[in-house]
C-alpha cells in the first residue's frame, strides 16, 4: 500500500514562496504511472483543487485560482511531486494535500472523488 506524505508547509509572510513536496512511501513502484494532485482546503470551505500532472510530468493541468503563480511537477526517480507557490496571499492559508489519481489516467481530473490515495495534508499559514 502506498502512502503519500506532504511536507514544506509553514508560515510565511505574505507575498512569499513555498515549495510543497509530496513524497510515496511503501509500494511506490506505481508511483511513475499514476497521475499526482494538489488540493487545499480552508477551514469552513470545501476541499479546492489546484493543479495536476500526468504520469510522466509533460502533462500539467491548473485551477484559475493556481494558474500563474504555482508550478506542479515530479520527479518519478524520487518518487515525489511537488507544488511552487509563489506570491502567497493570506487568502492562500489552508492545509495543503496531495493526492494520486489511479483510475482512467489518460485524462488529469479535478474531482476530489476521482483520487484514490491521500496524504495527511500539510498547514500553510500567510501572513499579511
Known amino acids: 500500500q502506498v502512502r503519500l506524505v506532504e511536507s514544506g508547509g509553514g508560515l510565511v509572510q505574505a507575498g512569499g514562496s513555498l515549495r510543497l513536496s509530496c513524497e510515496a512511501t511503501g509500494r511506490t513502484y506505481s508511483f511513475s504511472i499514476y497521475n499526482m494532485g494538489w488540493f487545499r482546503q480552508a477551514p469552513g470551505k470545501e476541499r479546492e483543487f489546484l493543479a495536476a500532472?500526468?504520469?510522466?510530468?509533460?502533462?500539467?493541468f491548473y485551477s484559475d485560482s493556481a494558474k500563474g503563480r504555482s508550478t506542479i511537477s515530479r520527479d518519478n526517480a524520487k518518487n515525489t511531486a511537488y507544488l511552487q507557490v509563489n506570491s502567497l496571499k493570506p487568502e492562500d492559508t489552508a492545509v495543503y494535500y496531495c493526492?494520486?489519481?489511479?483510475?482512467?489516467?489518460?485524462?488529469?481530473?479535478?474531482?476530489?472523488?476521482?483520487?484514490?490515495?491521500w496524504g495527511q495534508g500539510t498547514q500553510v499559514t500567510v501572513s499579511s
Open positions: 493526492a494520486q489519481q489511479v483510475r482512467n489516467t489518460r485524462i488529469l481530473v479535478t474531482t476530489p472523488s476521482l483520487y484514490d490515495v
Open positions: 500532472v500526468d504520469s510522466s510530468g509533460e502533462r500539467t
